[in-house]
């Protein structure tokens, strides 16, 4: 136990190095006291028992553009985390959509760390009523979940990433069904059914008599889609 809380620490100081004496400089502070700053902050997220406080230091993302790059909104959310098969509830959490990282706020005594949470450790988190999935290529909000799971990935772009001071956020988001252990990107009709093929004339029932289009489907529809299908029997 002691082996691998020496190895979290040695590496939990060393993500956290690079991004802090940058830091350091710009604030005229010294490289030694960042550090030891760093520390403090491993060695009370070990003594509290909080492992999700694990990763590296964060930086603005092109603070010139128009909008910002979070899901939803700039402001910190009460959010949940599973790390671990544990749950921890009520952290100031919020989702970098551009980067695809999960940021937490850290309030030390020392100041306020913003702090971009290690995907590897994170299972699953809760943003305003919202459930994200870490799954292979990344964060994934869950919108149903059974025999098939609907997952909507939603990303921002910057329409001028060359830029700092100008340039502005977008978001779009593309979606997957899990089912039978395939995870499939779904686009339009042909695609939905596919991913439900094994009740094919079913769904295309459910879309013709309730009058889906396709086309210009949002990711409600195709939730109210896969919770039929999940319905049905085998």
């Known amino acids: 136990m002691k082996a691998l809380t020496s190895i979290l620490y040695n590496a939990f100081i060393f993500l956290f190095s690079v991004s802090a004496f940058t830091q350091a400089e710009e604030k005229g502070d010294s490289y030694e006291k960042s550090y030891l700053r760093l520390q403090e902050l491993y060695e009370e997220a070990a003594n509290n028992n909080r492992p999700y406080i694990n990763g590296f230091l964060y930086s603005e993302t092109f603070p010139g553009s128009r909008g910002h790059p979070f899901f939803q909104s700039e402001t910190w959310y009460h959010g949940n985390l599973l790390v671990d098969g544990r749950q921890y509830s009520g952290l100031a959490v919020r989702y970098d959509l551009y980067r695809d990282q999960l940021l937490y706020n850290h309030i030390h005594t020392t100041g306020s760390y913003i702090i971009v949470l290690n ?97 210009t489907v949002n990711e409600i529809e195709i939730k109210r889609i896969v919770d039929y299908y999940n319905s049905l029997e085998p």
């Open 119 to 215: 995907i590897k450790l994170i299972e699953e988190f809760i943003i305003g009523g919202h459930t994200f999935r870490k799954m292979k290529e990344g964060y994934y909000e869950l919108l149903s979940e059974g025999k098939a799971s609907f997952f909507v990935k939603w990303q921002k772009r910057l329409s001028d990433p060359t830029s700092k001071s100008m340039g502005e956020f977008s978001i779009f988001n593309e979606w997957y069904i899990l089912n039978n252990g395939v995870f499939r990107k779904v686009n339009g009709k042909s695609g939905l059914v596919k991913a439900l093929e094994d009740h094919e004339k079913e769904i295309r029932r459910f879309i013709r008599e309730n009058r889906i289009l396709v086309k």
